[in-house]
T-cell receptor, first 111, second 116 residues
């Protein structure tokens, strides 16, 4: 699976949109971009995933560049409860299930 | 849907004793379950993958005789840390795989193990 690069940490003001970037320049054509987050002392929580089209759900939006070499997770109206480590993972959706966890981005929402 | 539970949520044990952690898929059947370990300020590290009715597959560097995994049913996997030592203190997380829905992993809330 391709590797990803994320900033170590980011701050965002409560109520503003949080934009978390991820670089995956070696992504293969059949690899999806997945985002998870982990709130302190909890298990990871799935947020969203996509292949090449932009995606939106009740939690977030995922914007994938046309060349698929990078993506941005957008939390439209960040709250204090969104403070967490956010992981961007690329994976092939097959029976291998494999998820390779990088260091992620520590997002701190400030009041 | 796709809820995974772990029990206990935290445990303190004495060095040399064994501890069992349970992982259950509550509203679905999981043919594959995963066990991760996470040390403070670090990312998740996969320890082993288990398929129902089969022996677990351990990642390199994980002692299979120390971390016993049993996956006896489609909704239950257990991890037993045998002869625990302080260096085994960590956050243990399980996940359950749902093959028919894009091979997603659904994660439990984690178990904090402290060995004194």
């Amino acid at each position: 699976d391709a590797k990803t690069t994320q900033p170590t940490s980011m701050d965002c003001a409560e109520g503003r949109a949080a934009n978390l970037p991820c670089n995956h320049s070696t992504i293969s054509g059949n690899e999806y971009v997945y985002w998870y987050r982990q709130i302190h002392s909890q298990g990871p929580q799935y947020i969203i995933h996509g292949l090449k089209n932009n995606e939106t759900n009740e939690m977030a939006s995922l914007i994938i560049t046309e060349d698929r070499k990078s993506s941005t997770l957008i939390l439209p109206h960040a709250t204090l409860r969104d403070t967490a480590v956010y992981y961007c993972i690329v994976r092939v959706v097959d029976s291998n299930y494999q998820l390779i966890w990088g260091a992620g981005t520590k997002l701190i929402i400030k009041p | 849907g796709a809820v995974v539970s772990q029990h206990p949520s935290w445990v303190i044990c004495k060095s040399g004793t064994s501890v069992k952690i349970e992982c259950r898929s509550l509203d679905f059947q999981a043919t594959t379950m995963f066990w991760y370990r996470q040390f403070p300020k670090q990312s998740l590290m996969l320890m082993a993958t288990s398929n129902e009715g089969s022996k677990a597959t351990y990642e390199q560097g994980v002692e299979k005789d120390k971390f016993l995994i049993n996956h006896a049913s489609l909704t239950l996997s257990t991890l037993t840390v045998t002869s625990a030592h302080p260096e085994d203190s960590s956050f243990y997380i399980c996940s359950a795989g749902v093959g028919g829905q894009g091979y997603e992993q659904y994660f439990g809330p984690g178990t904090r193990l402290t060995v004194t």
